[in-house]
């Protein structure tokens, strides 16, 4: 139970509460630029965090994000005198009980890094936007089973081949998935685009876009085909190889902090982490293709004027003339590296 979780517990079982409405308060960071506090609104039952700031830097009400269990509102309290308003982050739905002391913590560690109010007020913003995306891509579920596989094939792909050869900082800057750019990995002047299936005939790899597969302004695009076999209650979970690559570069603090703002970005967040316990994945087999002229694929020059967004499939086997072995990839990798 994290800090966060433990003032909650103790402001709900708090006995100075009688009746009628009222929020009890616990002061954070007492050094911080402004007053943070954790606050339990009673008889409603609903946690929120609370920044008393000056009147003067409160921000408009239309920049004030809003998302799937979350609420962000500038009020007055009684407390507050007319120099002071106080912004409230309020829990809307308990089922986000959980993710909701996930982005509290994530935003008090943020706005209590800040020299001045202003540029609290700021963070404060930045990160319950990132919050608001995540909640409406993702909601309280979490990852669906196909992000589930496509996620752990990232980080399967980064821990076989980039840690080991670029190194950590290089392979955590080279995942490029999370921020929804056209291939997965991106370094130096190459490109690597990773697929995973289950079927076990006639396996097909589905492509987003028509600029997945192009390899226009790149020396070298490559596609990693990983085919597994899921089972529940063995095999390597997503859980599993998150905290694998943790320990890896646990001693690289710049490092790991990037690689949590990417799983963040990806969808994966600590909250939601039981939900991929139950499902195991095992490796059939691999298999690296290099894109290049004649590869199966749609690129924007194949398309008329006015088309896009497309989506299609491509037979694994209609790709095997272009494998490269394991060895002759990790060659190139290892040829690129001094250069990025």
Known sequence: MTIIEDVWKSLEDDSKYETGTCILKRRLEPLSSCDV????????????????????????????????????????????????????????????????????????????????????????????????????????????????????????FMR????????????????????????????????????????????KMNIASERQLDDTGLASLFLQHLSLMESSGSGETLNDIVEDIRKTIADEPAASQKMEDSLFDAGYLNAQAHRYNKTGYNVRYSSIFRVNEGFPRITERDLANGVGDVHYSINVSECMHYAVTESDFTMFITEKKDGY
């Open 160 to 203: 076989k081949y980039l840690i080991p050869i670029l190194g950590i900082n290089k392979a955590i800057d080279a995942w490029k998935g999370p921020a929804r750019k056209a291939q997965d990995f991106q370094f130096s002047d190459c490109a690597v685009e990773v697929k995973t299936t289950i079927s076990k005939q006639h396996q």
């Open 37 to 156: 506090f954790l606050g339990y609104e009673k008889p409603v039952n609903r946690r929120m965090l609370l920044l008393r700031i000056s009147f003067s830097n409160t921000p408009e009400i239309e920049s004030l994000p809003r998302s799937k269990g979350f609420e962000v509102m500038a009020v007055s309290f009684p407390e507050d005198d007319e120099d002071h308003a106080t912004l409230e982050l309020i829990l809307t739905d308990s089922r986000f009980n959980d993710i909701f002391t996930n982005l509290v913590q994530d935003v008090v560690d943020n706005i209590t890094a800040q020299k001045n109010e202003k540029s609290m007020i700021k963070a404060f913003i930045e990160r319950l936007v990132k919050w608001q995306q995540f909640l409406d891509r993702y909601g309280q579920e979490g990852l669906g089973d196909e992000a589930q596989r496509g996620l752990y094939g990232e980080l399967w």
